[in-house]
């Protein structure tokens, strides 16, 4: 190096003795630097496109062609010492930042842990695993079936053609003229029936969300739950239907709830009633709750209309069945005494605290 030194030009060592220069109090100033935000501005003082070593860099071109290779690569070993020693000055100023936050920020492990609310089951959920445990005792199987139906499906099959009246009697949401988010768990009937292929006996429930275009009040929003229930069978009668409604009225509000049937309509069942529990809150004896006449309404029911067991995959000259559906959130609203179903929906951890 000494040799090639002795053999430059004035300008290459002038250059090369900037580039000491510039060594020696680049590495003073590191040591001196405290922050990243300093580091950062030393960078781009020495090493940025328009830094110190740069502009050394650009001047080469005023070398002769010889001499070039001698003071560029003095340059570039002056660049690659300047990143690692930035490199190693950044670890360091880290590490003492690490060590000032540890010590100001010490734990005390003497201080009492921080107590935190244990999650809790959603009421419905509780309600909903109460109820299918109350059919599966009875003998029913529980089959899920689809949010996402046909208009045949949800309708056609279930006796409610195009144009018949019970359709203005659920605000449909559509999703194209031949698919429709599910108003009712009815459908199920019909794919749980196609599903066991004409096996006897049939016994099933249906739970699911359903939607309709409800604006939310008190008693009504779009989105709520039904549970569907049908058993198919040869010989099977009324009597059969009125006892299964006891026994989960019975099993779910107490052993002192009556129900009543009365006359109603259902396209997709015949005959047809709605189902009327006891007031839970007066037991019978009349309240605001129940208008005063010791009754409330929980569920619709009655025999499959022969039109759907067809549609289901079973001649309904062989076979009788019958059917119900409830309303879940209903049921629950009337067992824990709640008087807005939107409490459901708002996660206001202040209501579903109550049921922990």
């Keep these: 190096m000494d040799e090639n030194k002795g053999s430059l030009s004035a300008p290459a060592m002038s250059l090369l ?26 960078r781009t003082r020495y090493l940025g496109r328009k830094g110190l070593l740069t502009a050394v ?21 002056l660049r690659q010492k300047l990143e690692e020693e930035i490199t190693h000055r950044d670890e360091a100023l880290r590490r003492e930042a690490l060590a000032r936050s540890l010590e100001r920020e010490q734990l005390d492990v003497t201080l009492p842990g921080i107590p935190f609310r244990r999650g809790t089951l959603h009421p419905l959920t509780l309600a909903l695993r109460q109820i299918l445990d109350i059919f599966v005792g009875m003998g029913f199987s529980v089959f899920e079936s689809r949010e996402v139906e046909t208009d045949e499906m949800n309708f056609v099959f279930l006796n409610v053609p195009p144009g018949h009246p019970a359709r203005d009697m659920q605000a449909t949401f559509y999703v194209n003229p031949e698919v429709v988010l599910r108003t009712q768990t ?32 008190v008693s009504h929003h779009p989105v709520f739950h039904q549970i569907e229930g049908i058993a198919v069978d040869r010989d099977i009668s009324f009597r059969n239907l009125v006892w299964v409604l006891e026994e989960f009225a019975r099993k779910f509000f107490g052993p002192d709830t009556r129900i009543r049937l009365r006359p109603s309509y259902f396209p997709f069942t015949e005959p047809s009633a709605e189902m009327e529990v006891s007031c839970t809150i007066c037991r019978g004896k009349g309240c605001s709750v129940c208008k005063y006449s010791g009754w409330l309404e929980v569920a619709g029911a009655g025999m499959v209309h022969p039109v759907v067991l067809r549609n289901g995959g079973y001649d309904p000259d062989e076979v009788t069945g019958f059917a119900f559906g409830m309303g879940l959130e209903r049921l629950t609203m009337l067992k824990l005494g709640i008087d807005d179903i939107r409490l459901f ?12």
């Design 17 to 42: 003795g900037e580039i000491g220069k510039m060594e020696q109090s680049a590495l003073t100033e590191l040591e001196t630097i405290s922050s990243e935000q300093e580091l950062e501005q030393f």
């Design 345 to 356: 929906y708002s996660c206001d951890t202040r209501f579903l605290r109550q049921f922990a």
């Design 57 to 77: 860099l650009r001047r080469l071109g005023e070398l002769p062609q010889e001499e070039r290779p001698v003071v560029g690569q003095r340059a570039n070993a």
């Design 186 to 217: 009815s459908p199920g009937q019909i794919r749980g029936m196609r599903t066991y292929e004409g096996r006897l006996p049939v016994r099933f429930i249906v739970p699911g969300r359903v939607y309709r275009r409800d604006p939310a009040d």
